[in-house]
């Protein structure tokens, strides 16, 4: 095997193999952000360290001290005090006859009446409205938890979808990285197209992945 055709081989299979990386990689596009993220997220790490070491060696690296402005507020709390009111009952007084006491007695249990007539209905209102208040709320969770449920099952749709779409590609980096032996077997010309095939179908879905399931 000559030298071109081995350097043609090579290049067939490292093509195949970053072709097949990058259906890998739109077939999971989350991923492969939170990984870019990460990355970059330790490059900024290892420059601040290093730049930290080389402070030591180098003076004009050193960061100048910043200067801090402290601002200081103050808060002030009013309090308003409650004021109750205590209804007290007159007693009789001695000299009260029987008539008078029983008088006294009836008005004070009409009143009383009054008063848990008026706290009953108070409290069947705040029972009604507490009742209305949490059918409302009930069928509020209903609701959100339907949606919840429609949106998982989007986004189970979308990632079969995805999955499915970059697929393709995966299969083509397989199959151009495992025809790379037969390169020498092929003309020139004819394998060079063939490889440029090979990348303008992958530019092609990955451009259609993309605009089908934006970021």
């Known amino acids: 095997m000559t030298d071109s055709a081995a350097s043609l081989e090579d290049l067939t299979r490292w093509l195949g193999i970053g072709i097949a990386v990058v259906g890998a990689l739109v077939a999971n596009p989350e991923a492969t952000r939170h990984a ?19 402070a030591r060696i180098i ?28 209804r007290g009952m007159v007693g009789w007084g001695e000299d009260a006859t029987v008539d008078d006491k029983v008088a006294m007695l009836d008005q004070r249990t009409r009143a009383m009446d009054k008063e848990l007539g008026e706290l009953q209905q108070a409290l069947t209102r705040t029972s009604e409205r507490l009742r209305a208040e949490l059918a409302e709320k009930v069928g509020e969770l209903r609701r959100e938890t339907e949606e919840l449920r429609a949106e998982v099952r989007s986004l189970e749709s979308n990632s079969v979808k995805l999955d499915a779409s970059a697929l393709p590609i995966i299969v083509l980096g397989v199959l151009v990285a495992g025809i790379a032996p037969d390169a020498v077997r092929v ?29």
Do not use: E, Y
Request: a positive charge; zero cysteines.
């Open 59 to 86: 003076p004009w690296l050193k960061a100048k001290p910043s200067r801090t402005h402290v601002v200081t507020g103050g808060l002030a709390a009013t309090g308003h005090g409650l004021t109750g009111h205590a």
């Open 36 to 54: 870019w993220d990460n990355f970059w997220g330790t490059v900024g790490r290892a420059a601040v360290w290093a730049r930290s070491v080389l």
């Open 187 to 215: 003309q020139l010309w004819a394998w060079s197209l063939l490889l440029l095939l090979a990348v303008v179908i992958t530019g092609w879905r990955v451009v259609v992945i993309v605009r089908a399931h934006p970021a």
